[in-house]
């Protein structure tokens, strides 16, 4: 039955089937009465007075299932509220508690304006380190602007101890004279035997006490830590490690292949101008929470 009649349609059409019992004498004065609306057929007639005589009313029974639109006033305001009483609620235990499926909620939280966010963890900053930050970023961008190749000849690292059997390997490197060591301030590395072997290898070298000032605790300006840990891990992980050793090995794997793909190492590296820039807009501050 069109579910596009209205109930005084329907109740017209019941009187009228009652009065004369014939389809054509009921449709000549429905079309009478609603000149504007199509003339119902005969098995809508029908079924109309069958539905009357059965249950003494002519509205359509509650559909089952999932109505077909939560975006309704009454879901708005739940969602409203459930977010206003309690912002730091996930999409996904929102949705059980309201009962309504993921892919709805999105919805009625897009026409709320309502936004997710993930938390993120940020390194926490000394009063002094902004300036140095600032500082280290400035130096970067300043030499990029003179050598567009200085982030290629940059040799970041992320050892826990400082290992002088890595350099012999690197001076077979035509470029090695050219090259500039990268590390952290960690007590390893600060030692003065190390300092003093750095300073004879390297013209220039990043780090505590270095030639050029590594300014400490920021891992978002470093690619070891903000890209390429990262992407190792999800590489190994993907292919579900069943031991120890298995993932001792899928690392080294993973490790040999992401070397051998040279463009991916440098877009990684060569992202650090865009870095610093944004560590120059917040003043030195953290910035990756905000992008």
């Known amino acids: 039955m069109p579910r596009s009649l209205t109930n005084e349609q329907r109740i017209f ?17 429905f079309q009478a009465e609603f000149p504007d609306t199509k003339i119902p057929t005969r098995q809508t007639i029908y079924q109309l007075a069958k539905k009357f005589d059965e249950t003494g009313s002519v509205e359509d029974a509650p559909r089952s299932g999932r109505p077909r639109t939560v975006r309704t006033e009454e879901n708005m305001e739940r969602v409203s509220e459930t977010f206003l009483l309690h912002p730091q609620t996930s999409k996904k235990r929102a949705s059980i508690d309201l009962g309504i499926s993921r892919r709805s909620l999105g919805r009625l939280m897009q026409d709320l304006n309502l936004k997710l966010y993930k938390p993120r963890l940020l390194q926490a900053l000394n009063e002094d380190d902004p300036d140095r930050r600032t500082e280290f970023c400035e130096w970067v961008l300043d030499s990029f602007e003179e050598d567009p190749t200085l982030l290629d000849r940059i040799l970041w690292t992320d050892e826990a101890i400082f290992k002088d059997n890595i350099i012999p390997q690197l001076e077979e490197h035509l470029s090695f004279q050219t090259m500039i060591w990268q590390q952290d301030g960690a007590p390893p590395h600060y030692g003065q035997i190390v300092r003093d072997y750095l300073d004879d290898t390297f013209l220039h070298w990043i780090g505590r006490r270095g030639t050029i000032e590594w300014p400490p605790r920021s891992p978002d300006l470093t690619p070891c830590d903000f890209s390429l840990w990262g992407i190792l891990k999800d590489r190994v992980y993907a292919q579900n490690p069943c031991n120890t050793n298995h993932l001792k090995s899928l690392i080294e794997q993973e490790f040999i292949s992401t070397n051998d793909d040279i463009e991916l190492c440098q877009k990684i590296c060569r992202s650090v101008a865009d870095r610093c820039q944004m560590c120059i807009n917040t003043e030195g501050k953290q910035f990756e929470h905000l992008h």
């Open 13 to 29: 059409l019941v009187k009228q089937w009652w009065i004369s019992g014939k389809t054509r004498v009921v449709n000549e004065a």
